[in-house]
């Protein structure tokens, strides 16, 4: 049986989807295609590569993100995307979608056309930078000759590629929207960031009903796209979530 895994965006929070996977193979459930975005692309790719869950969650906690080597210089964002290809590299040793142990979809915006691409052969890296590259923070990934961000600003619950594939298909949602008063309201900004995440969650959580089972955990409201110190917890969040998800609808998984 194909069985389909879908990783949403979310920043930080993607570490929640590593607590996911380890409960899902607890429970002897291991995806054999994953789709992912942003935050997922990366827990996607390196657990396609074949990686375990441990070693997944030790390298979001080792590989410093703010860090000053890491800042870009005469580029248009605060952290270089490019800079962190060797982190990568030292992990996924085979830059290629077909050295992976699973089937890997990974989705990016072409941030000049405006379009949605869905890598899954060639190079894997880049795209999966690219796939994460939170626009106006990190620098756009050149890929070809053409400029990716953030999959998730036009799929951030990357269903599609799985569905002519997979006999079921599992969703990890990281991103809930959290609930605010108007007080919160204070600026134009936060008004258009309100509406652009408002966008984001409705046509992810459209989908849902097309996933045989979802875990969305609501306690991640809690925690920032950028909060790298919540790490474990995010995971414990993820893990728990999972598990007493899998342990009431076991059955519906057809295990």
């Not at 969650?57 to 080597?69: A, G, N, R, W």
């Not at 270089?80 to 142990?101: G, S, V």
């Not at 880049?126 to 890929?143: N, Q």
């Amino acid at each position: 049986m194909n069985i389909g895994l879908v990783l949403s965006g979310g920043g930080a929070r993607g570490v929640a989807h590593i607590g996911a996977i380890r409960a899902l193979e607890e429970h002897g459930i291991f995806p054999t295609h994953i789709s992912g975005t942003s935050a997922g692309a990366i827990v996607g790719a390196l657990y396609a590569g074949g990686l375990g869950w441990a070693e997944i969650l030790d390298f979001f906690k080792t590989i410093p993100i703010f860090h000053t080597q890491k800042y870009a210089r005469g580029k248009p964002g605060f952290i270089d995307t490019e800079k962190f290809y060797l982190d990568f590299k030292k992990l996924l040793p085979d830059d290629d979608f077909r050295a992976l142990k699973k089937t890997l979809f990974v989705t990016g915006t072409n941030v000049v056309k405006g379009t949605l691409k869905i890598f899954d052969s060639g190079e894997v890296i880049r795209p999966v930078l690219a796939s994460a590259s939170f626009p106006g923070v990190f620098t756009p990934t050149k890929i070809g000759k053409s400029y990716y961000v953030d999959g998730g600003v036009l799929n951030n619950f990357p269903l599609e590629p799985l569905q002519p594939f997979c006999d079921k298909i599992l969703g990890v949602y990281v991103n809930p929207l959290r609930s605010i008063n108007v007080k919160d309201l204070k600026n134009a900004y936060s008004v258009v960031e309100r509406s652009y995440k408002i966008k984001m969650a409705a046509d992810s959580i459209q989908k849902f009903k097309d996933c045989d089972l979802v875990v969305h955990p609501e306690e991640l409201s809690r925690y920032g796209t950028f909060n790298m110190n919540g790490m474990d917890a995010i995971f414990d969040i993820g893990y728990s979530t999972t598990k007493n998800i899998l342990e009431e609808s076991e059955f519906a998984i057809g295990k």
